[in-house]
């Protein structure tokens, strides 16, 4: 339940309901189709039903003849638009040309071929029907490690391998690790194709102004600042004439964190017909072409002593890519290899990437991105490894834990660990689930034929993207703080919130700065003409990339305000607090109004000081942070069905200082519920040509309130030391723990038939099918 | 060709010619100016865009605008009363039975209805109540704790 502030209190800590949610609950807050302007033209896309074809010719006349079309453009037309961006960079990568509408080629269901621009939305997609369009259809691939045999259609003609990049990392000696190891264990993991589904499309509203050459873009995404540099890259604008504002966003999990086809290809229309025109994206474009994510088939081996000292890892990772590069694609594997040791003491890793085109919409970010597909490799492998070793999974995991004395500690991947108590929160879920109870319960379940499983994963994560040389576009994020005449408050963010809540956690972080209260201030983002730049809203950064540069710049504020106050107090010796400025000899106070208003007034000012009260921080995190956390697991499985029965679900998660509880339990909930859905449900599927069978929400299993049980969140806290904040991120923690906690429970549940792995989604006739063979895959 | 409709939506009369296809979420949110309801799918899987009709809650975007003719609407922006949050808007604040909104007017439409039909529901109930709207951002734990807020504040 949460508190109603009415006056100065300390906030940061407290459970405080959203300032962003009046609008929202009222159905007044303004999404991208509710954008309306005058002499507005609507855009259709039409595209590719075949995942691989050669365009042999288009003809638009029948649609052109339409009443109401006034335009339709295909890839002939669009000149010198440059390409989608990659943002990724790797040795030898091979990167296609992605021109915004098709050439020659289509290479994937959904690629954009033409665009209808009509006067009314049903005329715009009328005239998809009347465009003709001839293909001729060649062999497709959809599964990557099909894609690699000998002999397989090649995604893109000039590479017959279908090879994007291979890479390499390891750390230590994984050689002699494996050499000297008493037990090897070897699974192949997959993490399947997702479709992440924000349940507000995209959409994109693009309005050229001919006379200032300047054009407003609004988008729904993640990264207003980074879409304007590369969206007026592609149309050859002026960076500083172009706009782009994000209004309320329905929902992004990594797949708004992009530049699209269609974000350039309005503009492209916009300046075309000279008028503003809005495309939105209907659900089945969202499944064919918005970024998918995970794809992974993995390969891992594990090595350890006897005694369950774990001594190395190896890992061959399969990235399905799909047809081409969007904004972070080939980069998104690198992130499980750096992630891969997890929470243990693994000196000796060895990673392989293949990433590998198929004929599918590509895979990008999405929430986790890299980062649940390793915890699922190194959670299943201890499991694994516990099985093998004949020790509980709990016991396994605390001995190899890297120890709270050992940070900030140095992984075998490169990374250095902030801070951490990792056995804390896996101690406490087992407290909380009563495990050894737990463990007596199963043994009569199973005596009385039933099939009960307990399920353990303990996850690290890396978030707070992240200091700026380990990222392709800077890692700092920045803040504006003005203080208005009136003494009201406007805090600018670069991220760009949608859903997480920064409104109400910056206000109350900068309330309690500041002292003012919470309906004083005004939290602005996601608007290139108003806030300065800033990255954005993605890797669960902007509390704790964001928060600090806050921070910092309502510190640098404070500073001239006690300047104003000493003259307004005729003192030197002035400090600020709860609002006010006080005299430390005389006691006499002003407020922060009466020093705003001064400020601005400028009649009398302090020595070397500007005039007005607004102070802007770009703050570049010195390391990432990472969280940490133990979920359990208590499932059972119906023998007869397979179906998988949710039992308990118990999350501690530590995500270091908690500014609102209650939007952290949101997002850890929010979070299990995605891993969930993975775990059980959800599977992007094509078929041997390429077609997306899942192409609509009829297809595609997202979890609905009935298919989710309640969570048990609590939380250790181990404040990093990274930032002043002492806040770790907790977007993503949630999905990243869920998939392993659950699918170890099943594994437990079926461990007596000699089930040592199973593959997700956990569905009813894969598990029914595993129970009927007696265990064997 | 195009048929006049009338109706009521949200308490006011309203009248227009629409093409018999349209489907009532857009004659909603783009000739009457209600952007309120959402549209997620356009396969009623979704729940978006869901609506009261009636006194029904119905998914607007698998209905033509004519089939509304003569019939009442309300949707999220005609819940509040003289600026006082419906109490299903009232604890979804509360609880933050919201994240990023989109599915909000949808489900606090469908949760009315729920609370309408069932003052008390358990748990089990609420859950069953909200299958058809679908939210991407809370795991719909803390919808849950809402609706049971407001039946607990119905019931007090």
Not at chain 1, 153 to 164: F, K
Not at chain 1, 365 to 376: D, F, K, L, N, Q
Not at chain 1, 723 to 745: D, R
Not at chain 2, 142 to 154: D, F, L, P, R, S
Request: charged share 20%; glycine share 10%; with cysteine.
């Amino acid at each position: 339940m949460a508190t109603t502030i009415t006056k100065t209190e300390t906030l940061v800590g407290k459970s405080i309901r959203r300032q962003e949610d009046p609008r929202l609950i009222t159905g007044t807050a303004t999404y991208v189709d509710d954008i309306k302007m005058p002499g507005m033209h609507h855009a259709c896309i039409l595209r590719s039903p075949h995942a691989a074809a050669r365009i042999r010719s288009i003809n638009v006349q029948p649609a052109l003849a339409l009443p109401g079309v006034v335009a339709v453009f295909t890839g002939a037309d669009i000149g010198s638009v440059g390409p989608v961006p990659c943002g990724a960079s790797l040795p030898g990568l091979r990167i296609p040309p992605h021109s915004i509408l098709a050439k020659d080629r289509v290479y994937f269901v959904g690629h954009p071929v033409a665009v209808a621009v009509a006067t009314d939305r049903y005329v715009a997609a009328d005239a998809l029907d009347l465009i003709e369009v001839e293909y001729d259809p060649t062999p497709a691939v959809a599964d990557p490690e099909k894609a690699l045999e000998p002999g397989a259609p090649a995604v893109h003609p000039e590479w017959t391998d279908n090879i994007a990049f291979t890479y390499h990392q390891e750390g230590g000696e994984p050689e002699k690790s494996f050499a000297e190891a008493e037990v090897v264990v070897k699974q192949r993991i997959i993490s399947q194709r997702l479709i992440p589904t924000a349940m507000e499309t995209r959409g994109v509203v693009a309005d050229y102004h001919g006379a200032e050459k300047s054009l407003n873009l609004y988008s729904s995404t993640q990264i207003p600042h980074l879409m304007r540099t590369l969206v007026a890259q592609m149309l050859g604008l002026a960076e500083n004439r172009l706009r782009v504002v994000t209004p309320e966003v329905g929902g992004g999990f990594g797949s708004k964190l992009n530049v699209y086809a269609e974000e350039a290809l309005m503009g492209f229309v916009s300046m075309r017909i000279g008028k503003p025109v809005k495309w939105i994206e209907s659900r089945r474009e969202n499944f064919q072409c918005t970024i998918h994510g995970r794809g992974h088939v993995d390969y891992y081996e594990i090595a350890a002593r006897r005694d369950g000292t774990v001594l190395g890892l190896r890992l061959k990772l399969i990235q399905d890519l799909g047809a081409y590069h969007q904004l972070l694609t080939p980069a998104i594997p690198t992130l499980s290899v750096l992630m891969m040791p997890g929470l243990y003491k693994f000196r000796n890793i060895s990673a392989d990437i293949i990433g590998v085109f198929t004929n599918c919409v590509p895979t990008d970010a999405y929430r986790g991105a890299g980062r649940p597909e390793a915890t699922h490799g190194v959670e299943r492998m201890m499991d694994l490894l516990a099985a093998e070793l004949h020790m509980d999974p709990a016991e396994l995991r605390l001995i190899n834990f890297i120890g709270m004395d050992e940070f900030p500690y140095s992984t075998a991947t490169g990374l250095s660990y902030d801070s951490g108590n990792y056995a804390e929160p896996l101690k406490k879920a087992l407290d909380i689930v009563e495990y050894h109870k737990l463990r007596d319960q199963q043994k009569q379940a199973k005596a009385a034929g039933r099939l009960m499983g307990i399920g353990i994963s303990t996850y690290g994560e890396i978030c707070a993207f992240g200091p700026s040389p380990a990222t392709p576009a800077g890692g700092w994020e920045s803040a504006t703080v003005k203080i208005e005449p009136s003494g009201k408050v406007t805090v600018m963010t670069g991220t760009s919130p949608h859903g997480q809540g920064e409104e109400t956690t910056f206000a109350q972080i900068a309330a309690d700065e500041l002292g003012v209260a919470l309906d004083d201030i005004m939290v602005v983002h996601g608007d290139t003409a108003v806030v300065q730049y800033g990255i954005g809203t993605f890797g669960s950064r902007a509390t704790a990339v964001g928060g600090p540069a806050l921070y910092y710049a309502l510190q640098d504020l404070k500073k001239k305000i006690v300047k104003f106050g000493e003259v307004l107090l005729e003192s030197d010796d002035v400090s600020f607090a709860a609002g006010q400025c006080i005299c430390n000899r005389t006691g006499k106070t002003v407020s922060l109004a009466q020093v705003a208003g001064a400020s601005y007034r400028a009649m009398k000012l302090p020595p070397n000081t500007e005039p007005g009260l607004v102070a802007t921080h770009f703050w570049e995190p010195p390391n990432f942070a990472f969280p940490f956390g133990a979920h359990i697991v208590v499932s059972e499985v119906d023998r007869d069905t397979g179906q998988v029965r949710l039992v308990r679900y118990v999350a501690v998660d530590d995500c270091g200082n908690i500014i609102n509880p209650l939007l952290v339990d949101g997002q850890v909930h929010g979070g299990v519920v995605q891993g969930l859905g993975q775990a059980l449900y959800e599977q992007a599927v094509y078929d041997e040509n390429g077609q997306l069978i899942t192409g609509e929400l009829m297809d595609y299993a997202l979890p609905k309130a009935t298919m989710v049980p309640w969570i048990e969140s609590s939380h250790t806290v181990t404040p990093s030391p990274v930032n002043p904040l002492g806040v770790k991120g907790v977007g993503e923690a949630g999905t990243i723990g869920a998939s392993p906690a659950i699918v170890n429970s099943v594994v437990d549940a079926l461990s007596g038939l000699g089930v040592r792995h199973i593959d997700m989604p956990l569905t009813p006739e894969r598990v029914w099918n595993l129970i009927q063979a007696g265990g064997a895959a | 060709m195009t048929r006049k409709i009338t109706l009521t939506i949200n308490g006011k009369p309203f009248s227009h010619e629409v093409e018999p296809r349209m489907l009532l979420i857009h004659y909603l949110r783009e000739v009457a100016g209600f952007t309120g309801p959402h549209i997620g799918c356009e396969t009623s899987i979704c729940g978006a865009c869901t609506v009261a009709l009636d006194g029904k809650a119905v998914k607007s975007c698998t209905m033509f605008a004519v089939q509304a003719d003569g019939r009442d609407v309300l949707t999220i922006e005609g819940l509040a009363s003289n600026g006082d949050l419906h109490p299903v808007q009232e604890a979804f604040w509360n609880q933050h039975g919201l994240q990023c909104g989109f599915c909000t007017p949808g489900m606090i439409m469908a949760a009315r209805q729920l609370l309408e039909r069932n003052p008390h529901p358990t748990e089990d109930e609420i859950r069953h109540g909200l299958e058809g709207n679908l939210c991407r951002c809370t795991g719909y734990q803390h919808i849950v704790n809402a609706v049971k807020e407001a039946a607990a504040k119905a019931g007090a």
